[in-house]
């Protein structure tokens, strides 16, 4: 199993900055992608962008492109999602997950965190 443990969230005025962690522990040799997600209240989870473990090649959704990046340290087994320009419509509990390769979906979730953007 992997563990994820997430840090970062917190309150910020439109316009601001934060920055995301998610340390993982466990079997991390099995980490094939780290993904990004959130939910807000009363919406359903959406996905806000992933990175491979072994490669720097980002992806991201529409409605983050520009804004957030994805970034990991693999000495440290962390991931980062770096959220600039932020938006009160980007406030939600927001989460890691991992999958091994070859899987359709995420098998692993951090616990999450809120972000509350304020206008």
């Known amino acids: 199993q992997v563990q994820l443990v997430e840090s970062g969230g917190g309150l910020v005025q439109a316009g601001g900055s934060l920055r995301l962690a998610c340390a993982a522990s466990?079997?991390?040799?099995?980490?094939?992608?780290m993904g990004w997600f959130r939910q807000a209240p009363g919406k359903e989870r959406e996905f806000v962008g992933r990175i491979t473990w072994s490669a720097d090649n980002p992806y991201y959704a529409d409605s983050v492109k520009g804004r957030f990046t994805i970034s990991r340290d693999n000495a440290k087994n962390t991931g980062y999602l770096h959220m600039n320009s932020l938006k009160p419509e980007d406030t939600a509990v927001y989460y890691c997950?991992?999958?091994?390769?070859?899987?359709?979906?995420?098998?692993?979730w951090g616990q999450g965190t809120q972000v509350t953007v304020s206008s």
């Open positions: 997950a991992t999958k091994p390769r070859g899987a359709a979906g995420y098998d692993f």
């Open positions: 466990g079997r991390t040799f099995s980490i094939y992608a």
